[in-house]
């Protein structure tokens, strides 16, 4: 992807931020023990690259009902996400402080989104 084109979806901050989480998680995931590939690190990794991939689905969809459902699916995947970070926690792949640091993030994320289908509601009404 060229890093200089910037539009549409791209351009939306929440995409973006989970962009970044993505991210993170796919690092952290290559950290894990052999045992946890076929298990915890591809429910990580698809669950943690569903929620980028709704918030894009749903922008090309041009109609504020199916984006927001998209979104909702979105958000619905990053709680999927947390819950598989305290799954390695639990796991005692993470440690406490690693996941609070990723609950921060899941939080801004959650913010951002939850801005984003207010947004699309509030243009739906226009």
Avoid at 65 to 77: K, L, M
């Amino acid at each position: 992807m060229n890093e200089e084109y910037k539009g549409g979806f791209e351009d939306l901050d929440v995409w973006n931020e989970a962009r970044k989480y993505r991210k993170v998680i796919s690092e952290l995931v290559k950290k894990f023990p052999m045992e946890a590939k076929y298990k915890l690190v591809n429910q990580l990794t698809r669950s943690a690259r569903s929620i980028t991939a709704n918030i894009a689905e749903g922008y090309g969809r041009f109609h504020y009902q199916e984006n927001i459902q998209y979104c909702r699916q979105a958000r619905g995947s990053l709680m999927e996400t947390l819950d598989h970070l305290i799954c390695a926690n639990d796991e005692c792949y993470i440690d406490d402080s690693a996941l609070q640091k990723y609950r921060e993030h899941y939080s801004l994320i959650l913010k951002l989104l939850n801005g984003y289908i207010a947004f699309l509601k509030r243009k739906k009404e226009e």
